[in-house]
């Protein structure tokens, strides 16, 4: 029985068109360099945080199921900072639940973290504002620092906890974001573990950092004109950029599978008809693609027509985390 009722908080996963891969600083999660991300409409993630004091250690579920070894551990180390942060010493028992796959390059870490940070400081009793969320929740996993806002999110690399943080970045642009699922299975490889093997062993690393910091310069600009050509143009060649260098480590960590390259191949099919599509992919083998929302379902039907296993999601940009006060249990 747990006498407190909980906070829950719920958070969009982001997708990056300039990509985070790769960190300085392991412990801290301080990337090499900046990243710029659109925050989604589909796929949240809905986390309560109760605390239990009578409780000896926390408690966590994954949609319903009891989370165990490495994910659970995940989720104790991060309330640990919380509670350190809070002065508080209160074990808590963590529901969570992912309205879209977990694990798939579909960012439900960036999502979980953003959601898992706001309730747990809530629950903590603790006031952060906008930055000092982000920060908290880099520490769970990268890309959830930039969940925090909604629309687009700039996170500052910076080259310690106080300098590495995202923010909102305030342009109109409101592409659609087709989702091209051809997998929804958990990677093989953690993103984790990938960044480390790529930043450690692959030739190409440094090279695809200089030049994601100049694409960065590039897309701020295509983004204020609301140049959806070149924003995707630069996304692309972005991510195609980030796989090289993984494709380049020793051993290879490949994320791209047939059915990824068969949406590409889509995707360029499509822009040869002057249907401007640009595509962008995570640690996964799933495709997303950046068109013009009135295209959408035409690049949604392409996906599924060409690519046997593909099912779709359109997407638009999302809010930034919300919290709500549970009032009934
Ligand atoms: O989910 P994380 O924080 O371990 O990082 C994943 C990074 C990518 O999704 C591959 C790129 C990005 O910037 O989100």
Known sequence: MVADPGVTAVAYPNIALIKYWGKRDEHQAIPWADSLSITLDVFPTTTTVCLDSAAEADRVTFGGTPAR????????????????HAGRSE???VSTRNAGPTGAGLASSASGFAALARAAVAAYGLELDAADLSRLARRGSGSAAR???????LWHAGEDDHSSYAERVDVEFDPAVVIALVDGAPKRISSRAAMRRTVE???LYRSWIESSRADLAEMTEALARNDLAVVGEIAERNALGMHATMLAARPAVRYLT???LGVLDSVAVLRSENV?????MDAGPNVKVLCRPGDADQVALRMRETVPCCSTVIARRGPGVTLRIEEER
């Open 258 to 260: 047939a059915p990824t």
């Open 91 to 93: 074990s808590a028992v």
């Open 69 to 84: 070894g490495a994910a659970s551990r995940r989720v104790a180390a991060f309330l640990d900072l919380v509670r350190k």
């Open 201 to 203: 062993t692959s030739p």
């Open 276 to 280: 401007p599509a640009y595509a962008t």
């Open 147 to 153: 969940s925090i806002f909604g629309g687009f999110a």
